[in-house]
């Protein structure tokens, strides 16, 4: 787990490969209402996808993310997207899974093209 306040760089993927972790993921420690988005740019997003892809690490990102981030973060093709609050009834990590919101989801990322949604 890699903390996107820390602002992590991809050149830390290689070293965790070597290590012999399966996978790696960016999610934000603090749960302060800032996001994954508000913390990392795209560049940066995609800069670690692709490194974890090319050293074989399954590869996450998470943080306070919305139904409305999936198109934009599936483009960086991580193995998946962690959602809590996002997912849950009104929004609030503290509530239940909301299944409007999930199914929601599961209609975007079905809508994804083949390439974005794998």
């Known amino acids: 787990?890699?903390?996107a306040e820390d602002a992590p760089d991809a050149g830390l993927v290689p070293a965790l490969a070597a290590a012999g972790f399966a996978g790696a993921m960016i999610d934000t420690a603090g749960k302060d209402g800032r996001r994954l988005t508000d913390l990392l740019d795209p560049a940066r997003l995609a800069a670690f996808t692709a490194a974890a892809r090319a050293h074989g690490l399954l590869s996450g990102l998470a943080g306070s993310l919305r139904i409305s981030d999936?198109?934009?973060?599936?483009?960086?093709?991580?193995?998946?997207?962690g959602f809590r609050g996002g997912l849950c009834r009104d929004g609030d990590r503290r509530?239940?899974?909301d299944p409007r919101a999930v199914a929601e989801a599961v209609r975007t990322v079905s809508a994804l093209p083949a390439r974005e949604a794998a």
């Open 1 to 3: 787990m890699l903390f």
């Open 70 to 81: 999936i198109a934009g973060l599936a483009r960086h093709a991580p193995g998946y997207l």
């Open 95 to 97: 509530r239940e899974l």
